[in-house]
């Protein structure tokens, strides 16, 4: 298989490969002592590295332009805790553009304020309805999560219209979020992201086999 050239290059991808964001077989195992083939972490290897977080805010705001049709003001929310810096670096990526971006964000735990008129509310921010809200998180898998922030959000008078995640691993999760009436746009599929390493040289053709064959078995 031959390599990719400089022109077929991913900036972003080479930088999270760089700063060990994906790991592949023995790298994951030497970090994180699981055995699983590929891990994805976008949580504190990405969060204490701004230029890494700043980049991939302006790849998913660009990724989000190019979707969005309304004219309607968009707002970004990331589901706490990994994405909730994601979305504020993709808010951030939108000042100045043709695509501004609100921001906004959700709790794990609703914060309560008994007797005062926001009472309990797990969203912290302006409620717009003339707004569309965008959530973003780290990888789309089962679509759990997504669900669950959906409701919460819901509950505090907020519409989502769209997902927004850097990896779709391809399990099942956006056809899961699809049945609610809820697309999801990903800046890349598992399946894209380990082909690039492949031919990139960075992992070999069995190693990429086993990544993919792992995925494909896990389908929800």
Do not use: N
């Amino acid at each position: 298989m031959q390599p990719a050239t400089q022109d077929q290059r991913d900036p972003l991808l080479d930088l999270m490969w760089d700063r060990g964001l994906i790991l592949f077989g023995d790298r994951v195992r030497e970090e994180y002592a699981l055995r699983t083939p590929v891990f994805i972490d976008l949580r504190r290897r990405l969060h204490e590295d701004l230029e890494a977080l700043a980049q991939l805010g302006q790849a998913l705001h660009a990724r989000l332009q190019r979707c969005v049709e309304s004219s309607a003001p968009q707002q970004v929310i990331g589901i706490p805790d990994t994405a909730t810096p994601i979305a504020l670096a993709t808010a951030m990526a939108g000042r100045g553009t043709s695509l501004p971006l609100d921001y906004g964000q959700l709790r794990k735990k609703p914060a309560s304020y008994p007797g005062g008129k926001s009472g309990e509310r797990a969203y912290m921010g302006v409620c717009d309805p003339a707004r569309e809200v965008t959530l973003v998180d780290d990888v789309m898998a089962s679509g759990k999560t997504k669900l669950w922030s959906i409701d919460r959000l819901k509950k505090d008078g907020l519409e989502v219209q769209r997902i927004l995640v850097v990896v779709d691993r391809e399990q099942g999760g956006d056809e899961i979020l699809a049945a609610q009436g809820v697309p999801t746009i990903a800046l890349y599929s598992i399946s894209q992201l380990i082909r690039y390493f492949e031919l990139s040289g960075r992992i070999s053709e069995g190693v990429a086999k086993q990544a993919l064959d792992h995925v494909r078995r896990r389908r929800f």
